[in-house]
């Protein structure tokens, strides 16, 4: 495998209209999940990439399996609980693309992983493994589970990266600061936003982000900032792209993920950074102007196209 990841995946239900969630009577099924939305992403660009995870044992839970299944991801390492109920999620969209989330995953089958479960052929197997904070959020079980994962990594020469994608309904501050930190000495690629490194060294001065970074060994730190695009310290120096203009915002749902992808796929190949960070920006900026959580998530000949590597006949 290129990339495997461990996560909860859950149906989310997207609005058909815009506004406060409370005036919407109309949804449209999905499924979304920040550590599957990655993989859809590198998926789509040609890795090869594996899930771990764990579904309810409902209609829910096989949809999941077969969408994920169809987008050519490896779901042997994915389980249907019995007596679990699929994790669910309802997005509220303002007119800006902006808006929130509203999550329904308790009890959540992932629980049911457990550290001495893990596969740890599989990961070894693997080039990177990747993980967010979002899993860890679910509950204190989860924890422990990436932690051990992450170790099993290192151990095997297997590069993890992490986006720590803080989800503040999910766990508090204190929670998330804590248990990220004890993840960051196993890091290899750190994939954060701008505020949440601020919220976890809780500084705005991007000097005393770095000097509180320098004590791990990370051999790739990103900063994503949206709409001003990205940057990455790299052996002491900062490295900037500019994101794309985007005509209109639809949804900024799943536009770090889609960054993400583009950055590992970068990373694999072996890309000067420069090319990395423009590819991965691109990616993100077509994610926000489609509906959905991993909709946008372009093919590979997508971004040649968009980057004008690629000829596309129209008609």
């Known amino acids: ?14 609005p058909v209209s815009k506004g406060p969630l409370r005036f919407v009577n109309q949804f449209e099924r999905k499924i979304g ?6 993989l859809i ?35 042997g390492e994915v389980i249907l609980e019995e007596g679990y109920p699929t994790s669910l999620n309802f997005k509220e969209v ?32 693997s080039k990177i493994l990747h993980v967010t904070g979002v899993y860890p959020a679910i509950n204190q079980n989860n924890r422990n589970v990436i932690l051990k994962a992450i170790q099993i990594a290192k151990e095997n020469g297997v590069k993890v990266s992490f986006d720590p994608n803080i989800r503040l309904r999910l766990w508090t501050e204190e929670e998330a600061r804590e248990t990220i930190i004890s993840f960051l000495p196993y890091v290899d690629y750190l994939l954060a936003g701008k505020e949440e490194l601020e919220l976890i060294f809780q500084t705005t001065k991007t000097e005393e982000i770095i000097q509180e970074l320098s004590h791990y060994s990370c051999e790739k730190i990103v900063m994503k900032d949206g709409e001003n695009g990205a940057s990455v310290l790299l052996d002491g120096k ?19 993920d889609g960054f ?50 690629l000829n596309v006949i129209e008609r």
């Open 41 to 75: 992403g590198c998926a789509r660009l040609g890795l090869k990439t594996g899930w771990i995870s764990r579904l309810g044992k409902d209609e829910f839970g096989r949809h999941i399996v077969n969408t994920v299944r169809g987008e050519g991801i490896d779901v």
């Open 94 to 125: 303002q007119e800006s693309g902006t808006g929130k989330t509203f999550y329904y995953r308790h009890k959540s089958p992932t629980e049911t992983i457990t550290p001495d479960l893990l596969p740890v052929g599989y990961i070894k197997s």
């Open 1 to 14: 495998m290129d990339i495997i990841s461990i996560g909860d995946g859950l149906i989310t239900f997207d």
């Open 238 to 256: 900062w490295f900037h792209s500019k994101a794309p203009k985007v005509v209109k915002v639809v949804d900024t749902v799943g536009a770090g």
């Open 260 to 309: 993400d992808a583009g950055f590992l796929y970068g990373v694999l190949q072996n890309w000067p950074i420069e090319k990395t960070l423009e590819f991965a920006n691109t990616i993100g900026s077509m994610v926000v102007q489609v509906s959905g959580d991993n909709e946008g998530l372009p093919y590979l000949e997508e971004v040649q196209a968009k980057l004008g590597l």
């Open 33 to 38: 999940g920040a550590e599957l939305n990655v």
